[in-house]
């Protein structure tokens, strides 16, 4: 191999090693929660991102008793905690009930980065859950006498469900993980059918393959960036010293 290819070759695999160092470094000293309306929507949603992560928590804030055993045995081959709320439905009669729990649940768990729903999903349950998930760190993140002191996550994403992202802006690359994640699809049974045989299955290892040829690499999962209010007279920060 001539020289300068090698020279090439060496410097893109320390910088992969240093990448992937970094990556172990801040997932140690990261929280990951998702917040998802169903029991499901963690694992195809964003399965093979909490799989990688070593401190997730999986929130499913309806609670199905056909899929509760199929959810607590995904998030054992996700390796993450399974939570869930006791919620049947997500309406605007209940918002304010689910709001508080999840104030609540930000606060015990005090998670760095969170991951739920889509603004422009099809599914109403997603799109209000998306709402009062945005609604729920603002109030989280602020000190008052009751609750104690506020909680900020620092980062909020959006995943895809049957409804894509037409331009990503985080790509995570799944590749080592995803096999877990299609240990965890085949655990939903209850649901695998829904739109012909084997539809969720079909549907997620083709998506995530998609997704992983947009990144170079065998399989990758797509998120959007949701933007959150980070500073605040009742947040924890006031202010930032520098840009972040
Ligand atoms: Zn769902």
Redesign the pocket.
Known sequence: MPKHLALVNSNSQKRNQLANLLFIEMSRNSILMTI???Q??ETFSAGGTLAKHVNSIAVSVTKDINRETEFQAACVHLRTKPVILNFQTISTQNQAAIKENLIEILRDYKPTHVIT?LEFDY?F??RLLRTIVEEAIEWASHSTKIGGPGHQVRKLYAAE?TVLIPVPEILIDTSKSNAQMVKAIAEYESQSHKGGEGFYAKFHAAKTKLRGIQASTDYAEAFTRVNLVEVGSFKPNKAMEYLD
């Open positions: 998802f309306a169903h499901d929507d729903h599914h349950e997603h469900t």
